[in-house]
């Protein structure tokens, strides 16, 4: 006995590629020493044909403090496709120095159909430097004379306690009522919370 036939229909892909993640992401705070490269994910493969070295740019803000003028500072770099849905931008051999960036994808991408990825996506990341312990003896957190420049870590800021060739440790003493607020810390050496502190962002203690 014969069956009936199996149809399927085919219909034409008119769904344009989307973005779904970036690295650095939109108005990410990164330490200085942690951006290497600034990537984006999309939904589906892309054309290759369609994605150049002008497809993603990365630029650092001018003296002026505005993006889109004159002295904005372009960041070199390779444009490297590391599977089929990402796409990213080695920016250099050392890792960006503190400031404000933008990156920009540009027009022209598209999938296999032809559907084109559509408007150009700009977004922008801050890469800073953090408050720096360095002592290589165990100490309280609020001597200046521990800190890089003598200046104490204050809420909102970053912190680094790291020192590769000792092993000190830090001590955080101030009042519960007043917890410090910081946005990230990363501790690689011992640390005593004698008090209260609050992390916004990340809290890394190794």
């Not at 497809?55 to 002026?64: H, M, Q, R």
């Not at 159909?113 to 003896?137: K, Y």
């Not at 809420?155 to 917890?179: E, I, K, M, Q």
């Amino acid at each position: 006995v014969e069956s009936a036939p199996l149809r399927v229909a085919l219909t034409r892909d008119v769904t344009a590629p989307r973005v779904t993640g970036l690295t650095p992401d939109r108005s990410a705070v990164a330490g200085i020493g942690t951006v290497r490269e600034v990537a984006v994910t999309f939904s589906e493969e892309l054309n290759s044909a369609t994605v150049t070295d002008a497809s993603l740019t990365v630029v650092g803000i001018g003296p002026d403090g505005l993006f889109g003028t004159a002295d904005d500072v372009p960041v070199g770099g390779t444009l490297a496709r590391t599977s089929r849905v990402r796409s990213r931008r080695r920016v250099r051999a050392a890792p960006l120095e503190s400031g404000r960036y933008q990156a920009r994808l540009n027009a022209g991408l598209a999938d296999g159909a032809g559907n084109a990825l559509v408007p150009p996506l700009t977004w922008e990341f801050t890469v800073e430097t953090p408050r720096q312990w360095i002592s290589d003896e165990d100490g309280l957190w609020g001597v200046v004379d521990n800190w890089l420049d003598g200046n104490l870590p204050r809420s909102g800021d970053s912190v680094l306690l790291d020192r590769p060739t000792a092993d000190p440790v830090v001590t955080l003493r101030n009042n519960p009522s007043f917890p410090l607020t910081l946005r990230r810390l990363v501790s690689r050496e011992g640390f005593r919370l004698d008090g209260a502190l609050q992390v916004d962002d990340l809290a890394l203690l190794e």
